[in-house]
């Protein structure tokens, strides 16, 4: 069982994505839509992707006449059209000024010419507004970063109404994941970062996880994991391996307590979600947060299925499928190697008291 994405045309002409799985435990009336341009669209879709209450990122086309346009027609700059990101988000999580501001900290809004080394009016920046409290929001945030004197020159991303938006080919969406090294030496190189280094340093938009700071949730350098990590951890994190079943750590691990990111050390699943699957992996009815995983379409093994990622440490940890108990219909499947577990009663001396809050707060929900 495969992620399952539906695209259609709704009464705006606004493509609209959505994955089933996640619609069976979050509430669709929370899932909003956000529509930026900031050059390449790698790199914006990868900077968007981790902020909290963010449920996903596709990259895209728009802004111009030409219908279903392809990448090398865009490329050309002869279509009018932009490479974009679309971002499905929780505004309960994170308001839609929010994501302006972070866009603000992660573009060069005075450049008329493009974005950092990508040159042409298809990298253009722009944010496409969805409707007219959008475009309220966004000319307000532009106008203030315009007077801020942040910048010594205009401001010149323009804010402008979404027409229609193109998906674009499937091996642009999660490029970073997919092609790890071509997108690092492309990003380190295409000069994004130091730009955003030398204008915001401390100041840039961190990207907070809900209960804790990410900074404490880093990714190490792989030459750090792999002298870290076994090399079972290393091979399933980083390459998407599998363990074998009834032959791993947590199968049939029943004490109560947290499992984290084997990476990152991020919070990610509780045993109060843990179940016997009768699958030989550790199986869970749902993340800890809806925010805590990332999901994305998995096509190895010649059929479709939706793989789960850690948010920070982007750590690979298994799939999840829709034959799960009735509270949610979900079953993750997670590799025993992906997880370390932390018995509650070390929560707060590794630094997870903020876990003893949530967990309270769910007991107080189901009372």
Not at 44 to 68: I, M, Q
Not at 227 to 240: A, D, I, R
Not at 326 to 332: H, V
């Amino acid at each position: 069982m495969g992620i399952a994405v539906t695209t259609f045309l709704n009464n705006k002409d606004h493509f609209v994505i959505f994955n089933s799985h996640r619609n069976t435990k979050m509430n669709t009336e929370k899932r909003e839509i956000a529509t930026f341009a900031g050059g390449c669209f790698w790199c914006v879709e990868a900077d968007f992707e981790k902020r909290p209450g963010v449920f996903e990122v596709v990259s895209g086309y728009t802004g111009g006449p030409l219908k279903n346009p392809t990448y090398q027609q865009v490329a050309s700059g002869e279509t009018g059209h932009l490479e974009a990101i679309q971002v499905y988000y929780d505004p309960a999580v994170i308001s839609y000024k929010a994501l302006v501001e972070f866009f603000w900290q992660h573009i060069n809004p005075t450049d008329e010419g493009g974005q950092f080394a990508d040159r042409g009016e298809q990298y253009r920046s722009a944010i496409f507004y969805h409707d007219e409290s959008q475009k309220s929001i966004a000319e307000a945030s532009r106008a203030a970063l315009a007077a801020s004197g942040r910048f010594q020159k205009p401001i010149v991303t323009q804010i402008l109404p979404l027409d229609t938006f193109y998906l674009a080919e499937g091996y642009h969406q999660n490029f970073c994941r997919k092609e790890p090294s071509r997108y690092q030496n492309y990003r380190s190189h295409s000069g994004r970062d130091q730009f955003l280094e030398q204008v915001w340093g401390n100041e840039q938009v961190a990207d907070a996880n809900p209960a804790k700071q990410m900074s404490a949730y880093q990714k190490p350098a792989d030459e750090v994991l792999r002298s870290q990590l076994t090399p079972l951890q290393y091979k399933v994190t980083q390459k998407q391996g599998t363990e074998k079943p009834f032959q791993n750590e947590y199968w049939e691990q029943k004490q109560e307590g947290l499992y984290v990111d084997v990476v990152s050390g991020e919070p990610l699943f509780l045993s109060s979600d843990k179940f016997d699957s009768g699958t030989g992996w550790p199986s869970f009815t749902r993340p800890i947060r809806d925010d805590a995983i990332v999901e994305h379409q998995d096509f190895k093994l010649f059929m479709s299925r939706t793989e789960v990622r850690s948010r920070l440490g982007d750590s690979h940890l298994g799939h999840v499928f829709s034959d799960g108990p009735k509270s949610t219909g979900l079953r993750y499947c997670i590799n025993s190697a992906a997880l370390r577990f932390i018995p509650k009663d070390k929560w707060v001396e590794e630094g997870y008291e903020e876990i003893l809050e949530l967990e309270r707060q769910r007991l107080d929900m189901k009372d």
